[in-house]
């Protein structure tokens, strides 16, 4: 249901599960949160439809790991439903923050394809590139102004720092973005009954608050790294990494050294399959031993 | 009676409630300033008129507080009154200052609604968005030409560290608004017997200090926080927030213990509510617990 | 005889007080100064004439006080003269300086309304909004080139801070507008017998003298505050300020305590006079009580 | 197979020798990386074709020395052999860094020629210079978007402190290429099933680190510079440089007092054998001296 | 002979005084240098001519003072002569500077009217404002190119810190056109045969230094102050001004306390000679008093 | 043979002197070193000719001067000749650096004349002004592309520093040309057989070096100024300035005092002829004495 015009155009690309289907078609303001933890598992998007390009950002799954991140979806699903259920709320927004690598936009990605929203729009900075400042701001602008002609709305704002062009030698950056956003992220919907959710990703936190952004949220979360052994083996487990539970014992203790993004992790793992894939000549059904994903990690600069 | 051309246009927008409209269509300069305390309770702002838009900037109310607040918005009232009813000071310009969320433009939105000025103009950062300088400066000089046309007008700058486009790392701002502001603040009504109030808000007002920007107004003004548990109890008693007396207690005890803006205790109120609604499946009737209450505010960073 | 193109034009203006009229329609170069007092205190600009646009920055009058404003007022009248008298000065220049509000464009309009200078142009900052730098730059270049083909002359540049926009924070300021100033204020007159007056005015004047623009003038005179309880005392009497003589001692002895200018004091005593006509319902005519004044003083952050 | 649009073209432009021509006519992905190695040390790149364009960049042929040199080439080889067997990494990237002169864009080049990828583009500075910022970054995005149409791809981004317009002095780069790569690098191939390596080259690691640079890739790679008397060695014999092996001894000997770049080393080669075929009046066949070798070093600034 | 395009339209301009006009009707290089001394005093521009556009730079007479002045005349008339009668230095530069009012632009004014040449332009910034860069850079462009079509020409750069756009709070200038006087000042004439002077004024040439423009000159020499009572003696007497002897000499002595611009005394010497003609009634005829003479001087900030 | 298109043209422009006839229209790339030598002696450019425009460079000669001087040249010619000898080689590049007026330009334009290569090209700043960056670049881009496109040529890059716009206050510079000119020095010649030398000079060095320009050349030359009495003997033997052979003799002893370009000393000497051929009324045969030389010395400043 992502980059639609209409709920109607919603029903097209949905497609045949049918509770999805269902609770698009008898649009219900009042569920209870319960219903968007069963729809973030349930949902299953298909190829060839626009879904895909959000589900582009979860391609490898959601994998969760410990109360930490857990705590984080919970609130961002809290929010989706506060401004799904509430009328007196028309406009809430939240900024998800962490280390580059840690799953941000994926959360976001997948919390809003399940959040059944009419109408979700993902503002990234690849859109902009090359354009003037005035066509950027204009650009952020149209997506804004097509959320308030929707009864119900979630923009997500991809990776602000690149959004304002923001690098840390001068500093430089965009300051026509970052007024546009800091002006629009609060901006009060003007149309009354119409509803807004503003979800914001940065891995610059710091940055960000040197340029005054995240007082214009509503609410923070800060997405973490894996950091545990047990952060690790969630992520190798879910992601279904071949590896004998013995030497993965051995892997994730190593792995719990230092801080990884679940991204990082998953690039590792795959390299370390193909290899093993390569040695054997039958892919994708054998083991991957210790020696080989250590192996993996350093390539990479553990 | 916002955003309007002509005196003619006012009486359609207004409606039938009986003494705002007879003011209007026999326009006397010389009201005395209890009209106006009564005016600001009185109105009633209709679903689809113009004078929505500002209603938008109280959707909640105005609640007031303390004798801080009520102060303030008493010596805007006198302002509003001496430019309506004296020849000699065509041109009067206040600026309200305060902390994000502390009900600046709230107030000066229900003033100016409250004011039965044939024109009311409210300058925002969002019209301006992705506009080259040189338009910007257009939009805000063509406000204030419309002002001169009309024999009794009101503009009110909102956010103006948004229309400067100021940033604290550089810092940055637009010097072209910035200097538009500064001779059009002060700039003498041009046509004998044409008068004009112009209220200025911002939350950066250190920052505008450093600019100059002040120094052009006739009268500076501060909107206080919420600090004392008495002035939380007296929005959430405005606000009918539907917490038993003593539980109320507690929350405005616990609230006191540092300032919060009005806006943001409105929200943490309406989340409450909801999440009440929600666990018992019929919403608005239900009593929002001291738990409760106190969980959605520490979600909100307390 | 202000922004007027030439001298044929002037007579349509100034209107049926018989001296002034004889004196622009046998224009003669040779008037002693006693001439310039004289018209100062007798030229009554009358309602739609042009002339009304320079006597909007000296409403409230030019109200004399104490012997160092009388001492920079005869010497821009002597200045005024010598351009006007000899032919051997083609081209002099006088910068006005003084704190916000002391009352420089005031002086420098009633002098150049009652100079009975043939063209007489203002360049303010609000002609110049929003225009690009090269435009700025033009529109002060167009005004010298019309001046130059008029045989006497007289250029006012107000606020030359705002037409630079000049803004402390950086500094920022328009190079372009400030090049193109120095410039031309020592141009030397192209066209042999024609003659012209260059007035600067500004309220920055330390900011001016970083930027090196008082050295192209001729000569620089500094506009005082009001700062001795007579200075006061002599602009509440000739503004017919209504207050019992009693009264009157003991607020311009509070008033001697700081200095303030003559703008804002005009401004103070019409609050005061206008609420306590609100409170006694019949406008104009009630005397304003110490007390009623020193409130009104207050509110404006005394 | 450089510059190609579609598999077609490759064909008509890899030529004759058979494997190669077999290689790209039966595009399999499931090589083994001991076909690069192979593929390297085969392709005969010939007059006219492409090709030559990536062929200019080792124009004296891809010279190995010592096993750090090795182990980059092998890693490179193996991220070229990643993408392109493995359905799971539809995008990787990596960034070689090393002294100027060291053979970076050589190795990237041969590497690529060899990888038998269907399209292989190269982005460097002088297909920018004198466009306009977007302009630059119009072209940076076209030829991404080109990739995103071919099933495989590789994208060579030379010199990129050039790309970046990088100066020291300041400093000052061109902060709309620089995100734009920023973006780009990362940017997930947006239909599935579509492939991507990205291969940058730099020889201001420093600098790009500053800029955040190296961050948004996968892996770094430091290209060494020739440091020991064997690593000249193996130079001087792989470009067939025609000395006596005792004189050779004594040159890399001198030659292993400081680093060099491989380009450096061919150019005083080359100059040393022109040198004395001048002498010598018959060109190619003589026996360049200890001496005339040293001459050359020493004019190069050694 | 100024602002001339070829010699034919010079003898119109010149007129009937015999000398000059044959001079130039009979164009002969090979003038000895004391023709030039004779010349300057000769010389009589008349009315309407083009030539008084220069003159208007010396309207109150070129006054000798001290032998500091003669010296820089002399040396200025050694270079004009020596471009006009030698083919082996067909560029020569020389650079003017001092304090302002020092009379440069006079001095190098009235040596152009006497040097005869065919050719002379004077650049100067009011020329150039509200132009864009490249179009100030333009018309300077094309005041060389007139000149290297003219067999002799003289280009005078009038005040070069204006021309720079200079200010020292910044600093900032136009580097554009420093950088085209820094080229075009050296630039060799490009055709065999035609010569130019190139003559640079500036009053900043501690600035200019910075920006390292003095050493594209061939010759750098300083116009001195007024500093001696004699010097200023020398031009009251030159000038005319109607004081007694033994007055002239208390007011050069009080002068002599400190350095003077010639143009500053000369203004002075007006204001008190109109003065005087005030009190009198009748102009021009009646002497100044010492005491006259020092209220002017006052007046001016002495 | 400079400013052609192609080697038709040249046969044109060369003349008449048999040699270097010969050599241009039997056009043979294996000539020795020996054959430039004498070509730099034998060349004469001819009046009229577009050769002239580089032979304005040096149109007093190129004197040579001490052993350094000797061995910069002979370096310079070596690169000339191996470019156009060895086809290993199709790019390479030279900086010549030192103090203004040393006769940097003077050697490079001299050489470039008796190289008879078939395309010479001088890049100078006079090209570039006013033009946008773009446009500079552009200019840039087409002189290496036309040299791309003949089998041999050289550019000669004038006065970096001016190409540039480079000014030590700030420093500024035109980043765009500067990146232009790193990337083409570098740029690989695109066609296969076609060779380039690329001559760059510049008389500021270390802003060169902190700009990293000199890092882009292969080699980097430092033409020396005249230090040495036999320095200065040479050069005023070389010219055939006319002074008694004791008085020169005392001349050079007091010159070596200080280092001096050639360029200046040439401007001297010819003044000193003029003034001597002044005073005697007699041109270019009379004898120059000590003192008349001595004279001129102090007035450019000695």
Chains 1, 2, 3, 4, 5, 6 share one sequence.
Do not use: W
Request: charged share 20%.
């Amino acid at each position: 249901m992502i980059i639609l015009d209409d709920i109607e155009r919603l029903l097209e690309y949905v497609g045949t599960d049918g509770k999805t289907f269902h609770a698009a078609a008898n649009y219900i303001p009042k569920l209870s949160m319960a219903d968007f933890d069963l729809a973030l598992t349930e949902i299953k998007p298909k190829f060839g439809s626009p879904q895909d390009s959000l589900s582009l950002y979860y391609r490898a799954g959601l994998h969760s790991f410990g109360p930490e991140f857990e705590a984080v979806k919970s609130t961002l699903n809290a929010l989706i439903h506060q401004v799904k259920a509430n009328e007196n709320t028309p406009l809430m927004s939240v900024l998800l923050h962490g280390e580059p690598g840690s799953g941000k936009t994926a959360l976001a990605a997948a919390c809003a394809v399940a959040s059944e929203y009419p109408l979700v729009r993902l503002i990234k900075a690849a859109d902009l590139i090359g354009r003037q400042e005035g066509a950027k701001c204009g650009h952020i602008y149209t997506v804004f102004e097509e959320a308030y002609r929707s009864p119900l709305s979630m923009i997500i704002l991809d990776d602000i720092e690149r959004l304002l062009e923001y690098v840390g030698l001068g500093p430089r950056f965009s300051n026509a973005v970052l007024q546009a956003l800091l002006v629009l992220i609060k901006n009060p919907v003007p149309v009354l009954g119409r509803k807004l959710l503003v979800v914001g990703i940065t891995s610059s936190f710091d940055e960000m608050k040197m340029l005054g952004l995240p007082t214009v949220f509503d609410v923070t979360l800060e997405v973490p790294l894996l950091r545990h052994p047990s952060d690790f083996d969630a992520v190798l487990v879910g992601a279904a990494v071949n590896i004998e539970p013995a030497e993965r014992s051995r892997v994730v203790e190593l792995l719990g050294q230092k801080p990884m993004g679940v991204k990082k992790l998953l690039l590792i793992s795959e390299m370390a399959r193909q290899r093993t894939a390569d040695d054997h000549e039958e892919a994708t059904t054998t083991v991957i031993t210790y020696q080989r994903f250590v192996d993996c990690l350093y390539k990479f600069g553990f």
